[in-house]
């Protein structure tokens, strides 16, 4: 089974510019979560959506962060602009909430913003 | 709101013992608890959970975890470790009195196994 994939795996790019992080979820998963990794605060739940409908973002940092859901097979995750202290690991995970909580993640998106 | 505390940023274990990785929580309901792992630039792999039953509850790679609920602890255990477990772990909570679907993770817990 493929698992939840996220593109790009890495990105550089220059303070100011958009950022676009994209999450394809396991298929027939109705729950999409968009984490953040820092060393410095660990692992935050910044948003998530069950049935393509947003839930809890009250982990948005502020109003550069915005995330979609347009159909069940899709997310975006988009900065803009982009700060250095955006650089982080962000994390995709999904689930299929009837099945007992577990969350699935996806291999990350390194993002660099210099 | 519910929290998770792992108390140790690090834990060092030679190859072959038994190792114990620290994790205690904090629900308003009954907790729904899981152990996640995460090796260098991937990331994180369900390792297993406890949701209800059996307190001693049994996972991949041959890690258990056990539910105490006087303790408010959920403790991962393997009888005998192998280099190939270090990793980063990570504990996480959700509560079920909650109508949010959240699961708030600890701050994880790095494992080193030295041959």
């Known amino acids: 089974d493929a698992g939840v994939i996220q593109s790009p795996r890495h990105e550089v790019t220059e303070m100011g510019q958009e950022v676009t992080l994209r999450c394809k979820p396991i298929?027939?998963?109705?729950?999409l979560f968009w984490y953040r990794q820092t060393m410095m605060r660990g692992l935050e739940l910044l948003i998530y959506?069950?049935?393509?409908?947003?839930?809890?973002d009250s982990g948005m940092p502020e109003d550069r962060f915005s995330a979609k859901m347009p159909n069940a097979s899709f997310s975006t995750l988009k900065i803009q602009p982009s700060e250095p202290r955006d650089s982080a690991v962000y994390f995709c995970?999904?689930?299929?909430?009837?099945?007992?909580?577990?969350?699935?993640f996806g291999e990350g998106s390194w993002l660099t913003v210099v | 709101a519910q929290s998770v505390a792992q108390p140790e940023d690090q834990v060092n274990v030679a190859e072959g013992n038994p190792l114990t990785v620290k994790c205690t929580y904090s629900?308003?309901?009954?907790?729904?608890l899981f152990w996640y792992v995460q090796y260098p630039n991937r990331g994180l792999q369900f390792l297993l959970k406890y949701i209800t039953g059996d307190n001693l509850v049994k996972g991949s790679y041959g890690f258990e975890a056990e539910f105490n609920k006087s303790q408010t602890s959920f403790h991962l255990k393997k009888p005998s470790a192998l280099v190939s477990d270090s990793a980063l772990y990570f504990c996480?909570?959700?509560?079920?009195?909650?109508?949010?679907?959240?699961?708030?993770f600890g701050t994880g817990t790095r494992l080193l196994v030295s041959p």
């Open positions: 959506f069950n049935n393509n409908v947003p839930i809890d």
């Open positions: 298929s027939g998963h109705n729950s």
């Open positions: 629900v308003s309901g009954n907790p729904y």
């Open positions: 996480a909570v959700r509560d079920d009195n909650t109508g949010f679907q959240k699961l708030v």
């Open positions: 995970a999904s689930r299929l909430r009837e099945s007992g909580n577990t969350i699935y």
